[in-house]
């Protein structure tokens, strides 16, 4: 087990009222976990994976489930045994089911139900669900198990858990992952989600030095109340950008809403599978994914080892070993040769074949990043030109991706007058920090609003204000339909914990449920729930309860919102009793835009 000894000087107590938190960061590329207990939580401990080559503290977040859908493997294990059994030459492989980097599905997916499927890497289809459920299932298992050997009867209730999400992904991704982190054996109660910047800015409050790029150490344990910096976190799938605001007692506000975008390290390896299909035809490329899966996960093998290695002075070229069978396959499908083929390509003059390698020069390799590394650079340079960034000189940079050479140079050269900051090991950043969030959420003191959040509403007709197309008859009165009831406006700084209320009335005596249509805008002040910037995020459903006729029935509906995670409760006017209520994001009926 590795331990991280943080010296920070005198943390505050843990507010957790369990014996250990335990984070686990599910990411696009990696996967891993760690925990610290409530009477040491600065000492993190993180698990130690051993791969075929080295041993780390993540594990590449890869699943093999069986015939049967059953569990098989996960990470290390899961590429070793499917590599073995697509070694084994025939096509029993295709029986399995093998996903890898699916992470992303819940950032692309614009419309996200809870019965979206997943292709694996011959295509078939399974319930995302299931896939993201035995993933965590599998870390939550090895996680338990770690800790009992420490403390034998420990037991799951013992533990609250963090689950990582990036802070760019919507409300219901986050509902997504909540569920499957239900559906895996951890109780609504004991489940908390972190922000990945935010955790990975909590962390680097509590190291005792961190070193940036010019060789000073430690900036943000010594930073001034009212210092603002910039977390630009880099993982496999996303960069998510957050601007943090140190204020009092050690806490820190939101001073942005995050951004970002597809820009990870994954962006990297899918312009290179492009280059592949550019040379030999993306055909050939499909061929080797579907039939020669063996080679296929070994070029791939083969380009990480050089991406993780491309020093950013180097010239000359890059060499990396072809397996056989594309060179067969490119003969039997294309009647060439390899050398052939690449000159016919647009990279005749930058690329050639010799000695079962592909010659690359630099430039090539490194124009591979570009179109990513630009992606980041171009948005950093938007986000410093908002009024409320000024004054931020401090760029602390986290995650996997940042480790590369060239996203650290390409940062440096274009904002010179900035402060560059890498902690140590920034791969386990968020990780960490995540397992410091369970212990002390209120370290975040204020989030700012990512959209306008409002409800859709049924007011009286008025004609001097709502437009005659909108007027509708409920029972004996006239209402206007879809009218945006604000609650929250996008921009607005929350404290955790801010609570808006309303009471609604049942709109005809006889209604069993309560239902309310929640929107989201881009806008400040939506009028309609069907404008054009506005989009339903879900739905808050309230059993009622029998009432005798001629009563009218008043519901009290809190959001509650300046957390991780929307929250909702109801409340009965009359009898004062909390009621049951559901609220939901990922029903397969909601209609995202307007109506």
């Known amino acids: 087990v590795a331990s991280d000894m943080a010296a920070a000087s005198s943390p505050k107590p843990s507010t957790c009222n369990k014996l250990f938190v335990a984070a686990i960061d599910f990411g696009t590329t990696y996967s891993g976990y760690a925990f610290s207990s409530k009477s040491e939580w600065t000492k993190v401990q993180t698990n130690v994976w051993p791969s075929s080559n080295q041993m780390s503290s993540k594990t590449p977040t890869a699943l093999l489930l069986n015939e049967d859908e059953t569990f098989n493997s996960f990470g290390y294990d899961a590429e070793k045994n499917f590599a073995e059994i697509a070694e084994e030459g025939d096509d029993s ?72 999400v990036p802070a760019i992904w919507d409300d219901p991704s986050k509902q997504f992952m909540r569920e499957a ?13 972190a922000l990945e910047p935010e955790a990975a800015s909590i962390y680097c409050q509590h190291i005792p030095t961190e070193v940036d790029v010019s060789g000073n150490t430690s900036f943000l344990r010594t930073a001034k109340q009212g210092t603002k910096y910039m977390i630009v976190d880099l993982g496999g799938g996303t960069a998510d950008i957050t601007v943090h605001l140190r204020s009092g007692e050690g806490t820190l506000d939101e001073v942005r809403p995050a951004s970002g975008g597809p820009w990870g390290g994954k962006s990297v390896d899918d312009r290179f599978e492009k280059f592949l299909g550019e040379v030999i035809g993306n055909d050939l490329v499909e061929d080797l994914k579907q039939n020669f899966m063996e080679d296929y996960l070994d070029l791939f093998r083969e380009f990480e080892s050089k991406k ?13 070993k072809i397996p056989l069978t594309v060179q067969s396959l490119v003969k039997k499908k294309l009647k060439k040769s390899v050398p052939d083929v690449l000159k016919e390509s647009s990279y005749a003059e930058s690329v050639h074949f010799a000695n079962m390698k592909l010659h690359m020069s630099v430039d090539i390799f490194k124009d591979l990043f570009k179109p990513t590394i630009e992606g980041i650079v171009k948005h950093l340079k938007e986000v410093f030109m908002e009024k409320n960034v000024q004054g931020v000189e401090t760029i602390l940079m986290v995650g996997g991706f940042s480790e590369c ?7 440096k050269d274009n904002f010179k007058d900035k402060k560059v900051i890498i902690p140590e090991d920034p791969g386990l950043a968020v990780l960490k920090g995540a397992v410091y969030y369970g212990h002390v959420p ?33 029972g004996t009165k006239f209402r206007c339909r879809d009218v ?45 729930v069907d404008d054009e910037s506005c989009r339903r995020l879900g739905t808050l459903r309230v059993p009622l309860p029998r009432v005798s006729t001629g009563c009218s029935l008043e519901i009290e509906e809190t959001m509650i919102f300046g957390d991780t995670e929307l929250e909702v409760q109801a409340r009965d006017i009359y009898t004062n009793q909390q009621c049951e209520v559901s609220f939901d994001l990922l029903s397969n009926n909601v209609v995202q835009n307007g109506n």
């Open 93 to 164: 492989y295709k029986d399995f089911y093998y996903f890898h980097r699916f992470k992303m599905l819940l950032h692309n997916c614009k419309n996200l139900h809870r019965n979206i499927c997943i292709d694996d890497m011959t295509r078939k289809r399974m319930e995302a669900h299931k896939v993201f459920t035995h993933s965590i299932k599998f870390l939550v298992d090895t996680l338990f198990d770690k800790l009992k050997g420490a403390v034998p009867d420990i037991l799951l209730d013992d533990i609250h858990f963090v689950l990582t």
């Open 181 to 193: 982190a239900i559906a895996a054996g951890i109780k609504a109660n004991q489940l908390s989600i």
């Open 308 to 320: 993780r290695n491309i020093a950013t002075v180097k010239t000359g070229k890059v060499h990396m």
């Open 405 to 411: 050479e060239l996203v650290q140079k390409a940062i």
């Open 442 to 474: 209120k370290t975040i003191g204020r989030r700012v609003a990512r959209y306008t959040y409002g409800i859709q509403s049924w007011p009286e007709f008025d004609p001097n204000k709502h437009p005659e197309a909108k007027k509708v008859q409920i």
């Open 484 to 528: 945006f009831f604000k609650y929250v406006t996008k921009g607005e700084l929350l404290t955790p914990g801010y609570r808006r209320s309303q009471i609604f009335q049942a709109l005809k005596p006889d209604e069993e449920c309560l239902e309310c249509a929640i929107y989201v805008s881009d806008e400040e002040d939506p009028v309609y």
